[in-house]
């Protein structure tokens, strides 16, 4: 559960480094990301970017349908570091 | 017309020194003909001329010192019909009035693929001829919106994109103080009297452009369903194995085929100005980034055409994050020969776009999304992009817009010719 | 009885006599100006007051008495040398570039030059080709030497002083035209420093920047624009060389635009290189192209409606002010 917080406090941070004016305290963990914080492609490209130089969690185009949301991601990331 | 120079007679030879003409303005000559006696280091040498025409204008005089590759003569082609086009060099020297009034900006904006006014080539792939290079600078002078300096300053500080204002009251149609005064206002919304934000002035730029181009640009529309599987396709082989950073996004690939495509369709690149179409020489791709704090900025990729998928989306990727941390260039600002507008994965089935002037064409790319289609007479599935094109109905017809929509159909069925 | 006027002539004989009276080591020195009190009358009446061994007549040889005058600043004097009109200085250019402007660098500061030449200058008076030159931007190209245009009663009463307490050679240039005209008596204070340029009428159109014999034309001119709806600020430059260039910017970046009025040839003018300084440093706030006016590229005619087509005039500079502003001219 810690290790899960603390993915999930770098992954905000890493949101907010992207969409500054991003409200992540009331964002629903499970809803889909991209739609709530209107991040396009390339914003979410370099979310993943600094997300796999951050963890070394490297996330592939045919897994992008798993990362939805803030908990998805959050997991995923969690599996494999 | 051509000019001639001071030509190399050897390696180590850096200047020569007119000893002789032989010919005279209004003179013709023949392929062979000796027009000069020239004094180098090796001794007297003749210089043969290797075009039929006749001479219009000797630039330096007998008993000169000319670096080599200087310009020492102007020649008129026999095969060339004869015209008002005269070279850059007599233009200057006769400090004609276009060249003497126009502000520097102008005067070293040669052709469109000369990447920023004012600032030094970096890299450049291939020299112009000096043809080709004498006709866009003529006619780039006479077309260069002129503005005084201090109007200029001023519109600058006030947010006014100046290009965009009909003819100023000064000589030639510059635009004076006077003209960003009354712009400024223009501008202002009626009773306000606070003082504007960026993002309101932007707003309001923003408006004045739209409407500008809605009111003198007769737009017409098509559009285009692209089955982009094969495209997609190779994409992810591309981008399996590698770090986010260097995979390539659909919209890379889109941009490469729309750059591509126009490269051949004259009509839809270039700048429609004070009556007259003039279209450009490369393809400077106006990628319309969006900001987060709402509005809009067009960043010119230059030589778009030119550029290979990786470079291609190296650059979107630099640009648009300098666009959002408000450090784009005024090169990139300025120089878009026409514009993209990409709503994104998560905007709309298609986008009608509104042309920027003085361009004379706009590209909407709506979002990939997984259709029913007819393939092979069969019904199946297919991912479709829709892709519209607004253009200039003064400059272009339906006819080759739905060519060119087609054109790059055909390149975004061969993704890897991209590459 | 009080005069309530003084010409700019007298106004010019009371600063040599008071520079004479205060101080010994100034002299005057020129052809004519003794017996004859000077060929403007400048110095009547002075060979009697101050004798002469300090109002000198010389030979007719301008190189050879601006040479003497040298020679005597640096042996301590401080002599006041008449060189009849610009035209004739000719013959003492190579006196006056290359040794008055030269020697104190030459000798590593050893020797200064501290000499006034005044020179008349201009055209006007129907003397033709040779005597009617308006050559001060030969002498304000020269490092060394100070060059001086004054223009009103006031400056030609006290820059003389001015110029003597200078260590360095200065040359004070007084156009022909002037020599009659009347004003007030000045007070010092009506002089300010000699390297100051003046705003001599505030505008906000458009600087009309001039010296010497041109500002009264100028002043007339905007006079002329004002009628027409132009306020127009009027510099005179005072001091040549070297050129106070902050308040002629100060009044081009107020009014965004620049006209100079110069009696010199247009070619190779001070007005080309105050054009080309504010082109330099006040780029970014014209509204229009820096301009002048000046005398046509022809040696002065002698005819008098010729002369008059030949060199700047009121309605000229109105016309040119206009230009520049656009407007059409009314009436």
Same mark, same amino acid.
């Given at each position: 559960?810690n290790?899960n ?14 969409a500054?004016?991003?409200?992540m305290?009331?964002l629903?963990?499970?809803e889909?990301?991209?739609?709530e ?15 796999a ?8 185009e045919?897994d ?6 803030l908990?998805?991601l ?5 599996s494999r570091? | 017309?051509k ?16 000893v002789k003409?032989?010919?005279k ?11 000069a006696s020239?004094?180098?280091m090796?001794g007297l040498?003749?210089?043969e001329?290797?075009?039929n025409?006749?001479i219009v204008?000797?630039?330096a005089?007998?008993?000169?010192e ?8 102007e ?12 070279s850059e060099e007599?233009?200057?020297?006769e400090g ?14 040669i052709?469109v ?7 030094t080539?970096t ?6 001829t000096t043809?080709?290079l ?9 077309q ?14 006030l ?6 204002l ?5 000589p ?7 003209d960003?005064?009354i ?15 960026p993002?309101?002035a932007?707003r309001e730029a923003?408006?004045a ?6 009111r003198?640009?007769p737009h017409?529309y ?6 982009l ?7 992810s082989i591309?981008?399996a194995?590698?770090d986010?950073?260097?995979?390539i ?9 729309i750059a ?21 020489d490369?393809?400077?791709?106006g990628?319309?980034i969006s ?5 809009l ?12 998928l ?5 650059k979107?990727?630099?640009q648009?994050?300098?666009?959002r941390?408000?450090g784009?260039?005024?090169s990139?600002?300025?120089?878009a020969?026409?514009t ?7 905007g ?8 920027f002037?003085p361009?004379?064409a706009?590209?909407?790319i709506?979002?990939?999304r997984?259709m029913?289609w ?6 199946s599935?297919a991912t ?19 060519r ?6 055909k390149?975004?069925?061969? $993704?890897?010719?991209l590459? | 009885?009080?005069n309530?006027s003084?010409?700019?002539?007298d ?6 006599s008071?520079?004479m009276?205060?101080?010994e080591?100034v ?12 060929c ?7 060979s ?6 300090r ?5 007719l ?7 003497a005058?040298i020679?005597a600043?640096?042996?301590g ?10 035209n004739f200085?000719?013959l003492a250019l190579?006196?006056i ?8 660098h ?27 030159h ?5 002498y304000?190209?020269?490092p060394?030497i100070k ?9 030609a ?6 110029a003597?307490a200078d260590?360095d050679?200065?040359i ?9 005209e ?7 204070e009506?002089?300010?420093d000699?390297h100051q ?5 505030d ?6 920047v001039?010296y ?10 905007a006079?002329?624009?004002e ?17 106070d260039?902050?308040t002629?910017?100060?009044?081009v ?10 009696e ?20 970014w706030?014209l ?11 022809v $040696?002065?005619p002698?005819?008098?409606?010729l002369e008059?087509?030949a060199?700047?005039q009121?309605?000229?500079?109105v016309?040119?002010?206009l230009?520049?502003?656009?407007r059409t001219?009314?009436?």
């Open positions: 559960m290790k917080q603390s993915i999930k406090d770098l992954v905000c941070k890493l949101i907010l480094d992207i500054p004016e991003a409200d305290q009331n629903d963990p499970n889909e990301l991209r739609e914080l209107d991040l396009d492609s390339m914003d979410f490209m370099n979310l993943l970017d600094s997300i130089k951050q963890t070394a969690v490297n996330i592939p045919s992008y349908s798993k990362v939805n949301s908990q998805a959050t997991d995923y990331i969690a570091s | 017309m000019t001639l120079t001071m030509p190399s007679f050897g390696a180590d030879m850096a200047m020569g020194s007119i003409w032989n010919v303005p209004g003179d013709q000559v023949a392929k062979g003909d000796i027009i020239i004094e180098t090796k040498i003749d210089m001329v290797f075009d025409g006749t204008a000797l630039i005089d007998e008993g000169d000319v670096e080599v590759g200087r310009p020492i003569a020649l008129q082609l026999s095969n060339e019909e004869y015209s008002d086009n005269k007599t233009l200057l020297r004609s009035p276009n060249v003497a009034v126009n502000s520097s900006s102008s005067i070293n904006k052709p693929s000369d990447a920023s006014a004012g600032q080539v890299n450049k792939t291939s020299l112009e043809d080709s004498n006709k866009n600078v003529h006619v780039q002078i006479t260069q919106p002129k503005i005084s300096p201090a109007a200029r300053t001023k519109a600058i500080r947010g006014i994109d100046w290009r965009l009909p003819k100023g009251t000064g030639d149609g510059a635009l004076l103080l006077d960003i005064n712009a400024k206002k223009t501008l202002a919304k009626p009773g306000s009297g606070h003082v504007k934000d993002s309101e932007m923003i408006a452009t739209v409407s500008q181009s809605k003198d640009i017409y098509l559009q285009l369903d692209i089955v599987d094969k495209a997609l396709k190779w994409l591309h981008n194995d590698l986010p950073n260097k995979r996004l659909i919209t890379a690939v889109i941009f490469s085929a591509r495509a126009l490269n051949a369709f004259d009509a839809f690149n270039g700048f429609y100005r004070d009556g007259h179409y003039q279209p450009a490369s393809v400077h791709l990628n319309a900001l987060r704090q709402g509005g900025m067009v960043a010119a990729i230059h030589d778009a055409q030119r550029l290979g990786v470079d291609l989306m190296d979107i990727t630099d648009v994050t300098r666009a941390k408000g784009l260039r005024m990139e600002m300025q120089d020969t026409v993209v507008s990409n709503l994104g994965d998560r709309t089935d298609s986008i009608q776009s509104i042309i002037p361009q004379v706009i590209f909407g709506g979002r990939p997984v029913p007819v393939i092979d007479n069969k019904l599935c479709i992009v829709s892709i519209s094109l607004a253009a200039d109905h003064r400059v272009s017809d339906g006819h080759s817009g739905a060119l929509l087609n054109k790059i159909n390149l975004l069925q061969t $993704p890897e010719k590459i | 009885m009080k309530q003084l010409s700019y002539r106004a010019m004989k009371n600063a040599i008071e520079a009276r205060k101080d080591r002299f005057l020195m020129g052809e004519d100006v003794g017996n004859y009190g000077g403007y009358a400048v110095s009547k009446g002075l009697a007051e101050f004798g002469a061994n109002i000198i007549d010389t030979p040889s301008e190189s050879g008495f601006v040479g005058g020679g600043a640096m042996g004097m401080r002599p006041i040398i008449e060189v009849m009109t610009v200085s000719l190579d006196q570039v290359n040794n008055a402007a030269t020697l104190r030459m000798s590593g500061n050893q020797i200064g030059v501290p000499l006034v030449i005044r020179m008349a200058t201009g055209a006007g008076k129907q003397l033709a080709a040779q005597h009617s308006s050559l001060e931007n030969w304000a190209h020269v060394g060059v001086l245009a004054p223009a009103t009663v006031a400056d009463r006290y820059m003389l002083s001015m003597l260590p050679p200065v004070l240039f007084e156009h022909v035209m002037l020599y009659n009347s004003a007030a008596i000045p007070e010092p009506d002089c300010p000699m340029a003046l705003v001599r009428k505008g906000n159109d458009i600087s009309l001039t010497g014999g041109s500002l009264s034309k100028t002043l007339l001119a006079n002329e624009l009628k027409q709806g132009v306020s127009a600020e009027v510099v005179d430059l005072r001091c040549l060389r070297p050129l260039t902050e002629v910017y100060k009044s970046q107020k009014t965004h635009r620049v006209l100079v009025v110069d010199g040839w247009h070619s190779g003018s001070l007005a080309g290189e105050i054009c080309a300084l504010v082109a330099e440093d006040c780029f706030s509204d229009a192209p820096p301009s002048r006016v000046c005398s046509k590229e $040696p002065i002698y005819a008098q409606h008059r087509a060199t700047p009121v309605a000229q500079v016309e040119a002010a230009k520049l502003l656009k001219v009314t009436a």
